[in-house]
C-alpha cells in the first residue's frame, strides 16, 4: 500500500465489512477507471444516508442510488472500499493524455477526502486545519489580529463620525440596503447581466434554465441546487435585509459564471460528452468544492471587471431600488476594504472549532473584524455550526483561482475567460491550481 496514503487511514471506530472490489460486470469494463469511478460514485451515494446533505447534487443512472447503500451500508464499509479503490488506481498504467492522467490525480484526492470525512463525522480528532487538508486539499493561511486592524483602520478613516466602528459601519451600509418590495426586481435585473455577461464568453448548453426563490430560515445567503439538464433551483435567503452589491455578488455566484454554469458544463463535457461518470455527483465536503466556491466568487470579478460594475449599479440597478447614489463611491471603496476582512470569518471558525473561543467570542470576533451586526454575525457562525470547515472554500478558494488565471493567463480578458471556462469544463485538482 502506498505510504502516503496508509497514513490517512482514518479509525472510525466502526467494524470493518468485508467488501468486493466491485461488480463482474465493472470488472470487465474496457477503462478500469470507469469501474473505479463507478464504484465511487456508490460511496458517495451511501455516504449521503450517514451525512446528510453530502451529496449536493446527483444526475447520474439513478439505479446507483440504491446499489450503493446496499453494497456499502456502513461508514467502514465505505471507508474500506474507498481505500480499496485508491490501491486500485495505484495499479493503473498511466494514462496516455493529459486529462486523462488528471482524472486520475482527482479522483485519488476525492477518495482520500471521502476517507477524512468519514472520521470527521466519527469524532476522530482532528484540528481545523488538518481536517480542511485532507478533506478539501489546502489549509487557509493564518492572519493575526493586526493585520485586520490595519485594515479596520483604514475604514474607520473613510466613515468617521461617533461611536464604534462596527456601528458606524453597519449604519453606512444599511443606507444601502434594497426594499424588500424591489428585491426581485432588482435581482432579476443583476442576474440577467450576470447571464448576458457570461454568455459573451462562454456557450452554455442549450436549453439551460434556472428558478429563482426566495427562502427563509437558511444559514446561508444564498444556495445553487443543481438538478442536472443544465437546470437549476437557486434560493436567496431573506432572513436578513439584502445590500444592492448583494444582488450581482449572489447572481455571478450562485448562477452565472458561477455555480449553474459550473454545473452545466462539468456535466455536459465530462459526464455527457466523455461518459466520466465520478462527475455525475457532486459532494458537499471533497476538493470540488474549493474550485467550485472559488471560482463562483472570482467569476464575479471576472464578470464586471473594475469599474465596469460600479457603473452597472449605479446607473441600474440603484434606481429599481429606489437608492441615492451620493455616497456610492465611499460606498464602493468601502466594500473593496471590507473584502480584504473575509479571511477574518475564517479565523474565528478555526478559533471557534478548535475550542479556544466560546460561541459568545466568536459573534464579537465576527462583528468586530468583520464590521456586521449582532444578526448577520449569529447567521455566520450558524453556518460554521452547520458546515464546520466548508468555510475555507469563499475566501481561499478564490484567491487559488484569482492566482492561477493571473499566472496563466496574466492580464488578457479573452485569455482569463477561456481558462476560467476550462477549469469549469476539465478535471482540475486543488493541487494543480495551487502554484
Known sequence: MNEKRTALVVTTGFAVLAVLSGSVAAQLATDPMDSIAEEYVELVLAMDLHDSGYVDAYFGPPELRETGPERFPTLGAISTAALGLLDRLDDIEPPDDSLSVR????????????????????????????????????????????????????????????????????????????????????????????????????????????????????????????????????????????????????????????????????????????????????????????????????????????????????????????????????????????????????????????????????VDRLQRFQLISAEEAEQSLDFIETYGTYVINYSLGQDLVRDYIRREAGDDPARRWELFERLLSEPFSVSEIGG
Open 103 to 362: 482524472r486520475v490525480t482527482a479522483l485519488e484526492q476525492s477518495l482520500i477526502s471521502l476517507r477524512a470525512r468519514i472520521g470527521v463525522i466519527s469524532g476522530v480528532d482532528m484540528s481545523f486545519d488538518e481536517e480542511t487538508r485532507l478533506v478539501f486539499g489546502a489549509v487557509a493561511p493564518e492572519h493575526d489580529d493586526v493585520h485586520f486592524e490595519a485594515i479596520l483602520q483604514e475604514i474607520d478613516a473613510l466613515l468617521p463620525g461617533e461611536g464604534g466602528l462596527t456601528a458606524r459601519a453597519v449604519a453606512f451600509r444599511d443606507a444601502f440596503v434594497i426594499p424588500p418590495d424591489r428585491l426581485a426586481a432588482v435581482f432579476d435585473a443583476a442576474i440577467d447581466e450576470c447571464r448576458r455577461r457570461t454568455l459573451q464568453h462562454i456557450e452554455l448548453p442549450e436549453g439551460e434554465d434556472f428558478t429563482l426563490e426566495y427562502v427563509t430560515d437558511k444559514p446561508w445567503s444564498g444556495y445553487n441546487w443543481f438538478r442536472g439538464n443544465a437546470y437549476s433551483l437557486i434560493q436567496i435567503n431573506t432572513d436578513l435585509p439584502r445590500h444592492i452589491d448583494r444582488a450581482v455578488d449572489l447572481g455571478c455566484h450562485e448562477g452565472y459564471p458561477g455555480h449553474h454554469t459550473y454545473g452545466s458544463l462539468t456535466e455536459r463535457e465530462l459526464y455527457r460528452e466523455r461518459g466520466w461518470i465520478e462527475f455525475s455527483v457532486y459532494p458537499l465536503f471533497s476538493p470540488m468544492a474549493l474550485l467550485s466556491e472559488g471560482s463562483a466568487n472570482f467569476g464575479i470579478d471576472l464578470a464586471f471587471p473594475g469599474a465596469e460594475r460600479i457603473a452597472f449599479e449605479t446607473e441600474i440597478l440603484f434606481p429599481l431600488a429606489g437608492l441615492e447614489v451620493d455616497e456610492a463611491e465611499r460606498y464602493y471603496r468601502y466594500l473593496e476594504l471590507r473584502t480584504e476582512l473575509g479571511y477574518a470569518r475564517i479565523e474565528a471558525a478555526r478559533d471557534y472549532m478548535d475550542g479556544l473561543i466560546t460561541r459568545a467570542q466568536a
